[in-house]
C-alpha cells in the first residue's frame, strides 16, 4: 500500500517527539522560520492510502546560528595554498563577510584555535604582515552593527626560507675520478638528495642552457650524452616544494682516455726513464708522478730529474701538451734508493680539472757499468815459489779431475787456492806438501 500525500511535521527542540495526527500537510516539502539561534529537529509522520498512520517518525536536526553569516571567508594572494610552504616572507590576505560587517578583531600566531578578543581593530577587511620561518595562523572574526560577533576563521601560512641540501651526483658509466666511454655515448647520472620536500632537480652540462626534471623519490635518474672527447662539468641544483634553491653540485667527467705511452706497464726501465703521454685535445699540461708501493703516496718526479729528450733542456711542471700529448722526456732515476718495482702516472691540467691517468707498474733495473780502465799491471803476479805450486796443483787436478778443481790465485790473499768438488770457493787443500805462500785447510 502507498503512502498518501499527508504528513504532520513540527518543528520544535525536542529529539523524540512524535507527530500528532490531526496536523497534516501534502507537500513533501517544509519550511519554517525558527524564533532563535539554537538545536532545532523536524519531526515527519507518514499516513498510507487506508488511513494508517507510521508508528514512529523521522527526525532531522539542524542547528540555527545567525551569526554565520559574519564568519569572514578567507583568501591570500601570497600564499593561496594552506597546504602548502612558501620562500616568501611578506603576507597579505582579505576576507568577505555574508553578512555586512561593521569591524573586525584578528590576530597572528602560531596556534591554530585562537579566538581573538571583542574588540574590533579595523574595519578593513585585509591584512599585510611578514612573517619569519615556521607556521603561522592570521584569525579573523568580525563584528555587524548590532554588536553581534561573528565566528573566527583561521588561516594557515607556512613560511620555508631554508635552502634544500646541496644534491650529490654519480655515475657508473661516467666516473668523476678516471678516464671512461667515448663521445657519443650515453651515460645514466643519479641525482640523490636528503630532504623529504624536494620538488624537483635543474641540471646543466658545460654551462648550457638548464633542464628541469620532476624529483622521483631519493634519487632521479638522468641520462646524458656528452658529443667531446675531455673533460665535462655537469651542474646541478635541488628546488624545494617552498620555492628554495640549493647551492650546486659541480661533477666532472671525463670522456675518453689519457694515460702514460711510454713507458709501458711491465716494461723494465734503466737509470734513464722515457716518459710521455696522450689524452683528449683540450689537455693542456702534464705532471708525472711516482710511487714505490699501492699504499705508497704519489709525488711528482724531481723536474730537477727531468730534461728534454731532443735536447736535454730542463723541464719544470706542468710540461705543456700539444695536441693531447707531452714531448718526449727523460728522468734520470739514479737518486731511487732500491731497484724494484716503481710506480708511474700522469696528472693533467685543463678544463673542468681533468683526471689522473691509470698508473703503470714498471721494473726498476739500473746495470753499474763502469766506463774506467782496469790496470792490468796492478793485479797480483804469482813469485817462483808460487809458480812451481801452481803448477804442480794444475797437475794433480788434471790426474784426478773428477776430486779436485783447477787451482788458482787468489787476488786479496796472494796465496794458491786449491779447491775440491763439492766444497765452496775457500776450501782450499794441497793434496800433498804445500810450499810456502800455499794456503792448506783446517784440519787438513
Not at 729528450?309 to 700539444?322: M, Q
Request: a negative charge.
Amino acid at each position: 500500500m502507498g503512502a498518501s500525500a499527508q504528513w504532520p511535521c513540527p518543528v520544535d527542540q525536542n529529539s523524540s517527539t512524535l507527530p500528532a495526527t490531526s496536523s497534516t500537510q501534502a507537500a513533501a516539502s517544509y519550511s519554517t522560520t525558527v524564533s532563535a539561534d539554537g538545536a532545532r529537529y523536524l519531526h515527519v509522520r507518514a499516513k498510507d492510502k487506508a488511513g494508517n498512520w507510521s508508528g514512529s517518525a523521522a527526525h532531522y536536526a539542524f542547528t540555527v546560528d545567525s551569526t554565520l553569516a559574519l564568519l569572514p571567508t578567507v583568501t591570500s594572494t601570497t600564499h593561496p595554498d594552506q597546504s602548502a610552504a612558501y620562500k616568501a616572507t611578506g603576507f597579505k590576505a582579505a576576507w568577505t563577510t555574508s553578512a555586512t560587517a561593521s569591524g573586525y578583531s584578528c590576530i597572528v600566531d602560531s596556534t591554530a584555535t585562537t579566538v581573538p578578543d571583542t574588540v574590533s581593530d579595523s574595519t578593513t577587511a585585509s591584512y599585510s604582515g611578514t612573517f619569519t620561518e615556521g607556521t603561522w595562523y592570521l584569525h579573523v572574526r568580525a563584528v555587524n552593527s548590532a554588536g553581534t560577533w561573528g565566528p573566527t576563521a583561521h588561516y594557515r601560512v607556512t613560511v620555508d626560507t631554508t635552502a634544500p641540501a646541496t644534491p650529490t651526483v654519480s655515475s657508473p658509466d661516467f666516473p668523476d675520478d678516471s678516464w671512461a666511454g667515448d663521445a657519443g655515448d650515453t651515460g645514466e647520472f643519479t641525482l640523490t638528495f636528503t630532504d623529504k620536500g624536494l620538488a624537483g632537480f635543474a641540471y646543466s652540462l658545460d654551462g648550457a642552457t638548464a633542464t628541469t626534471v620532476t624529483a622521483s623519490g631519493a634519487a632521479t635518474a638522468i641520462d646524458l650524452t656528452p658529443t667531446s672527447e675531455g673533460s665535462h662539468k655537469l651542474t646541478v641544483t635541488a628546488t624545494d616544494k617552498a620555492g628554495n634553491t640549493s647551492a650546486a653540485t659541480g661533477y666532472t667527467f671525463h670522456v675518453g682516455s689519457a694515460g702514460l705511452t711510454a713507458p709501458l706497464n711491465g716494461e723494465e726501465v734503466g737509470h734513464a726513464v722515457t716518459l710521455t703521454a696522450a689524452g683528449p685535445a683540450d689537455l693542456t699540461g702534464a705532471t708525472f708522478q711516482y710511487r714505490r708501493s699501492e699504499s705508497g703516496t704519489w709525488s711528482d718526479i724531481p723536474a730537477s730529474a727531468v730534461t728534454l729528450s731532443s735536447d736535454s733542456s730542463a723541464v719544470t711542471w706542468p710540461v705543456a701538451l700539444t695536441g693531447g700529448v707531452t714531448p718526449e722526456l727523460t728522468w734520470d732515476a739514479g737518486a731511487l734508493t732500491d731497484d724494484g718495482d716503481l710506480q708511474l702516472r700522469a696528472t693533467f691540467t685543463g678544463a673542468n680539472s681533468p683526471a689522473p691517468s691509470d698508473s703503470v707498474t714498471v721494473q726498476l733495473n739500473r746495470v753499474e757499468v763502469t766506463t774506467e780502465g782496469t790496470d792490468l799491471d796492478s793485479l797480483s803476479s804469482p813469485t817462483t815459489v808460487q809458480s812451481y805450486a801452481l803448477e804442480a796443483a794444475e797437475e794433480r787436478a788434471e790426474t784426478s779431475p773428477d776430486e779436485l778443481a783447477p787451482p788458482y790465485l787468489d787476488q786479496d790473499t796472494g796465496k794458491i787456492v786449491a779447491p775440491r768438488h763439492g766444497h765452496g770457493r775457500e776450501d782450499r787443500r794441497d793434496g800433498g806438501h804445500l810450499p810456502d805462500g800455499c794456503s792448506r785447510r783446517p784440519g787438513q
